[in-house]
């Protein structure tokens, strides 16, 4: 497949990536969305929220390329740009572009289809507001997805991940959208036992970070910090309101005798549960 291939043929998340079906996270609540697809991930876009709800990609750390930087933010030309929270929520200000598919998440195999995968996360559609503060914690919650691909290249196992910010109510007023205050992350992989999936999902909560009273003030205040989470995928989904289908009983941080919703805030990546 060449590079010009790869980006005229976006055929998005692949639910029978793993050795076990695994169909993209839904909406539990009526919603408008629509389904988007780019090369090896999809992008489940809030029409009213104009962010996405759901983000799946597909990981096969075994082949994965540490490609440069290349690819420049733009506007998803197939849906109407007032339904995607665009560059001007991001001017100057302190918020972040930050990527929910991550630009190395679908770079991997041949260097041409890779170099265009990497390309193509860099689309509006698959950005969120993020504190653009950069602590320990925030480094963790970026640092999660590698841990979980060491842990699966250990185990010679692919990934897919899901990430999205959670889209509350109460989420504040910006610039014509509502700024996320949570965002999350679920990791799914087979276990190499036939038919046995695992998942662990995480929690990133920038609450105390985001001031958005007025457009004047800081979007981001200057104390405070992120706090990462591993949380049962069952918590997940009724704090985000989404359908994780199979990966609920996958979860490997809520097994048999485990306290029911039970949240562990990680401070290292030796905190993970795998």
């Not at 197939?78 to 918020?95: C, F, H, K, M």
């Not at 979860?251 to 401070?267: C, I, Q």
Request: glycine share 8%; proline share 8%.
């Amino acid at each position: 497949m060449t590079t010009e291939d790869a980006a005229s043929d976006p055929t998005g998340y692949d639910s029978g990536f793993l050795e076990v079906t695994v169909p993209l996270p839904v909406s539990s609540a009526p919603r408008s969305t629509v389904d988007l697809t780019y090369l090896r991930f999809t992008v489940t876009l809030d029409r009213t929220r104009e962010l996405a709800l759901v983000t799946g990609v597909n990981i096969d750390g075994a082949t994965l390329q540490d490609l440069p930087r290349t690819g420049t933010w733009h506007l998803d030309e197939r849906i109407p740009a007032s339904e995607q929270t665009g560059p001007e929520v991001y001017a100057d200000n302190d918020l972040d572009r930050g990527h929910l598919v991550r630009r190395r998440d679908p770079g991997w195999g041949p260097e041409d289809v890779a170099q265009a995968a990497t390309r193509g996360t860099f689309v509006y559609t698959n950005a969120a507001p993020q504190a653009a503060d950069f602590n320990q914690s925030k480094e963790l919650w970026l640092g999660l997805e590698d841990h979980v691909l060491q842990f699966s290249e250990a185990n010679d196992v692919r990934v897919s991940v899901f990430t999205a910010p959670v889209l509350g109510s109460d989420d504040p007023a910006y610039r014509g959208i509502q700024v996320p205050l949570r965002f999350w992350k679920v990791a799914a992989w087979a276990t190499g036992v036939p038919g046995k999936l695992a998942a662990a999902g995480f929690v990133l909560d920038q609450s105390s970070l985001i001031d958005a009273a007025t457009e004047s003030a800081r979007i981001v205040a200057p104390l405070g910090g992120f706090r990462t989470f591993q949380a049962p995928i069952h918590d997940i989904g009724e704090l985000s309101q989404i359908d994780f289908g199979p990966l609920v009983a996958a979860d490997v941080a809520n097994p048999p005798g485990a306290r029911p919703g039970e949240w562990r805030e990680l401070t290292r990546p030796d905190d993970v549960r795998l």
